[in-house]
């Protein structure tokens, strides 16, 4: 069966600070991936997919950057954190392969002070 | 511009009666559509989808209906448990994209 792990679970760093969230799935090949985020008391945005390696797609001007450096793994970076970049990060995987369905890590609740 | 809404902010409903989550959508390229349910701190877990060649899909005590003419899908939970006390989450993708498009979140509260 597949799994998806995400870390750290929790994350406070200062303004101006880098950051870096990794996920990996497994139990599955090629999947495509995806990064979130939710704001408090707000939906789902989408940041980042990848329907491959070294293939990234960004949803939203931001100071965040993704990776891609091998198939079933998926890094979030910043050089240098703001305070709106708080929130809770969520990394999905799909099969891509005529399916819809999205499956969630258990993801990373970040604080920035 | 908000493609996917859910109005209801929060419900609340009591133990062993229907919840009824809504859902509209604008996107008329929207073909498939998904509810998932979160709790606080955890990712969401996919709950029920529907195509749109469909009206109703059902898996246990989860049903969904979809209402095409009227861009609605809707959640219906029967009997209601303690444990379904979170925030569902619709979605809706269409065919060739390998995006969904999430609604904003309706908390439900199930009253014992």
């Known amino acids: 069966s597949q799994t998806i792990h995400q870390w750290p679970a929790t994350l406070v760093q200062p303004v101006g600070s880098p950051l870096s969230l990794e996920c990996t799935v497994e139990g599955t090949s090629n999947p495509n991936l995806y990064w979130y985020r939710q704001a408090a008391g707000r939906g789902l945005q989408l940041l980042f997919y990848?329907?491959?390696?070294?293939?990234i797609s960004s949803e939203v001007p931001q100071n965040l950057s993704a990776s891609r450096p091998q198939d079933r793994q998926f890094i979030l970076s910043s050089k240098k954190l703001l305070l709106s970049d708080s929130g809770f990060y969520l990394c999905?995987?799909?099969?891509?392969?005529?399916?819809?369905?999205?499956?969630f890590g258990p993801g990373t609740r970040l604080t920035v002070t | 511009d908000q493609q996917v809404k859910q109005n209801s902010p929060s419900l609340s409903v009591q133990e062993g009666r229907i919840s009824i989550l809504n859902c509209d959508y604008t996107?008329?390229?929207?073909?498939?559509f998904l509810w998932y349910k979160k709790y606080p701190a955890e990712g969401p877990t996919f709950l029920i989808s529907?195509?749109?060649?469909?009206d109703k899909n059902e898996d246990g005590r989860f049903t969904v209906f979809l209402n095409k003419s009227a861009k609605h899908l809707s959640l219906h939970i029967v009997p209601s448990q303690p444990g379904d006390s979170a925030v569902y989450f619709c979605a809706a993708s269409h065919f060739g994209n390998e995006k969904l498009t999430f609604g904003t979140g309706t908390r439900l509260t199930i009253i014992p």
């Open positions: 529907i195509s749109s060649i469909k």
């Open positions: 996107n008329s390229m929207f073909d498939y």
């Open positions: 999905a995987w799909s099969p891509g392969t005529a399916t819809y369905e999205q499956y």
């Open positions: 990848s329907v491959g390696i070294g293939q």
